[in-house]
């Protein structure tokens, strides 16, 4: 190869890394363009949404603390209702309890006072039922003697005698 030609070669090649070069700094300016482009959308989009993301912000902080003391009245809520389904159990149980006292001493009187009832009505039986029967008795046959004493003013003949006279006899 002669030096003309390595000259040609040389030249050759400068002009494809200028060309090159060209290229490329044609490719790094259409990026530095879009770059530009996007930041002033992303601007843009940032100035426009900025005041929703600080009302998302500000909505989501209230929200927080809301939530927060809604969480502590619901625990405070809760724990207040444990107390006093404790304090009414222990109440059912407690009536509970002396209601089935109650009971118990209610049946041991009523068995009593029925034991007393039947022994009264023993006692009236046998204190106003048999004199009465004995009276009765007694009276029936004074009637059928003084009916077999007095003249008769009836059909029957006077030598019979009657129903309650056999008894008597």
Request: glycine share 4%; net charge positive.
């Amino acid at each position: 190869m002669t030096e003309s030609q390595l000259y040609v070669f040389l030249a050759f090649a400068v002009v494809v890394v200028a060309l090159a070069m060209l290229v490329i700094a044609y490719c790094g300016y259409q990026a530095l363009m879009s770059l530009r482009r996007m930041e002033r959308r992303s601007e843009e989009f940032f100035d426009q949404w900025m005041p929703v993301a600080q009302d998302a912000g500000r909505f989501l902080e209230h929200f927080s603390i809301q939530s927060g003391e809604l969480l502590a009245r619901l625990n405070e809520l809760t724990a207040r209702l444990q107390e006093q389904s404790l304090q009414v159990d222990s109440a059912v149980r407690s009536i509970s309890v002396a209601a089935r006292r109650n009971a118990q001493t209610l049946d041991t009187g009523l068995r009593q006072l029925l034991r007393r009832i039947d022994g009264a009505a023993q006692a009236i039986e046998n204190g106003v039922r048999a004199p009465v029967r004995q009276l009765r008795a007694v009276g029936i046959g004074v009637s059928a003697a003084m009916r077999s004493l007095l003249p008769r003013r009836s059909r029957t003949a006077p030598d019979r005698i009657s129903a309650d006279e056999e008894m008597f006899l």
